[in-house]
């Protein structure tokens, strides 16, 4: 079955330092990887997908076949950075749904 | 567009009540996804449906859960005979089509404490 993992529960980082959200994913053929980003009292958001090759807020992922990695980075960190993250595969088992990780929540600090 | 609305956004029932968790699409949205988040846990899918058919039901639980999205008005997870282990943030998420390149919207979730 499709997983996702998030190891880290919580990231705590000081404000212009780098992050790096780790994402590891288990899925034998060409996953789709998103990262979504939920803000203190707001809904969850897309932050990026990686078919896109994009970089929002400064954020990019790169995905790494051969370690099964889609880990999310930003170089400098800002406190608004802070939130909560999960990263996600779309599931093509039956029908198109999103799996989750169990989320890391980013505290940048001042 | 106001995004996908969720109502409640908190709502308590004593064991053995009902819960009806309501999800109003975003405006020329057909598809329509419910995911639960129990404590310390990621968002996991539960189902997933278009006006008046459900699609995939792979995630519900086999009793007491029903859901359904009617031809008018919003969207409705439905618990029956609540239970203390039901307590979690449901969150709604819809699309206007399905895809892989299709961006599902989330509304902001209803948090379900059983008492």
């Known amino acids: 079955a499709q997983r996702v993992t998030q190891p880290e529960k919580l990231l705590s980082v000081f404000k212009g330092a780098p992050v790096e959200l780790k994402c590891n994913y288990s899925y034998s053929g060409s996953p789709e990887l998103f990262w979504y980003v939920q803000y203190s009292r707001q809904r969850l958001q897309l932050l990026l997908r990686h078919i896109s090759r994009e970089s929002i807020k400064g954020f990019t992922a790169d995905l790494n076949k051969g370690e099964t990695s889609f880990h999310l980075k930003k170089p400098f960190a800002q406190e608004e950075d802070s939130a909560m993250y999960y990263c996600?595969?779309?599931?093509?088992?039956?029908?198109?749904?999103?799996?989750f990780g169990t989320g890391t929540r980013l505290k940048v600090l001042a | 567009n106001a995004g996908v609305m969720q109502n409640p956004r908190h709502l308590v029932r004593r064991r053995g009540q009902e819960a009806r968790l309501r999800c109003s699409p975003m405006?020329?949205?057909?598809?329509v996804y419910w995911y639960r988040q129990l404590p310390e846990e990621g968002l996991k899918f539960m189902v997933y449906?278009?006006?008046?058919?459900?699609?995939?039901e792979s995630g519900m639980p086999k009793e007491r859960f029903s859901a359904e999205f009617p031809k008018e008005g919003p969207s409705i997870l439905r618990i029956q005979q609540v239970v203390r282990g039901d307590s979690a943030a449901y969150f709604c998420?819809?699309?206007?089509?399905?895809?892989?390149?299709?961006?599902?919207?989330f509304g902001q979730g209803t948090r379900l404490t059983v008492v």
């Open positions: 998420a819809s699309s206007p089509e399905q895809g892989r390149n299709t961006e599902a919207f």
């Open positions: 449906l278009q006006k008046e058919n459900i699609i995939d």
């Open positions: 405006k020329g949205h057909s598809h």
């Open positions: 996600a595969s779309l599931s093509t088992s039956g029908t198109y749904k999103y799996i």
